[in-house]
């Protein structure tokens, strides 16, 4: 993935830059990052601020636990919530 794609993928989901540089996505909103390198894959979920650093991408979730990825090894990204209007998706048989 390039950066501008990246970029893209997150003006989409209604994210919001900080003072620090991470993109913070809306509340109810959050995404999964689809990550290989060399055969080995990862996913890496509700991810809800995202911040790159030259090919690093740093992802963190509501816990805060902090992933760091190279940003040419994720190969997509899954938006959960409405994504334009930062509500959450109600889902069939859940609400």
């Known amino acids: ?5 990246l970029e893209a993928i997150l003006k989409t989901a209604g994210a919001k830059g900080d003072k ?4 913070l996505l809306p509340d109810g909103t959050a ?8 055969g080995a894959s990862m996913t890496v ?3 809800d601020a995202v911040r790159q650093d030259g090919e ?11 992933f760091v990825v190279v940003r040419s090894d ?3 990204i899954a938006l959960e919530g ?3 209007a930062g509500k959450v998706a109600r889902r ?4």
């Open 1 to 5: 993935m390039t950066g501008d794609q």
């Open 20 to 23: 620090d540089g991470w993109h």
């Open 31 to 38: 995404l999964t990052l689809h990550v290989a390198h060399d």
């Open 45 to 47: 979920s509700r991810i």
């Open 56 to 66: 690093l991408v740093y992802v963190r979730n509501p816990k805060r636990e902090l």
């Open 74 to 76: 994720i190969f997509a």
């Open 82 to 84: 409405e994504v334009s």
């Open 92 to 95: 069939a048989g859940f609400g």
